[in-house]
């Protein structure tokens, strides 16, 4: 059983930052490619982030692209999510996913394993 525990969601003013982890269960983290989502009120769940499994590549949604930064230690089974610069957009409830097959996944069908999600929330 793949268990996922983020934390690091809060409260945060406009062009601060935040960082979030997510713990993962499990002997085979090293082997997923893992990203992180987020879902705000009234909207469809968006991909964020991603990281292979090898940490050779990261990709991002263009609307984080140069805030954002994802990063993972396959020592701790742990993936992060560094926000800076954040927006009042910004404001969701944050996700981390696993793809046990990795693919380079930006859609959430392509996760196999999700956490409950910590929310941050952007104020002006």
């Known amino acids: 059983q793949v268990q996922l525990d983020e934390s690091g969601g809060g409260l945060v003013q406009a062009g601060g930052s935040l960082r979030l982890s997510c713990a993962v269960s499990?002997?085979?983290?090293?082997?997923?490619?893992m990203g992180w989502f987020r879902q705000a009120p009234g909207k469809k769940r968006e991909f964020v982030a991603g990281?292979?499994?090898?940490?050779?590549?990261?990709y991002y949604a263009d609307f984080v692209k140069g805030r954002f930064t994802i990063s993972r230690d396959n020592a701790k089974n742990t993936v992060y999510l560094q926000m800076n610069s954040q927006k009042l957009e910004d404001t969701a409830v944050y996700y981390c996913?696993?793809?046990?097959?990795?693919?380079?996944?930006?859609?959430?069908?392509?996760?196999?394993?999700w956490g409950k999600g910590t929310q941050v929330t952007v104020s002006s």
């Open positions: 996913a696993a793809d046990k097959y990795p693919t380079l996944g930006v859609t959430s069908d392509e996760y196999d394993y």
């Open positions: 499990g002997r085979t983290f090293s082997s997923y490619d």
């Open positions: 990281i292979t499994w090898n940490d050779d590549s990261t």
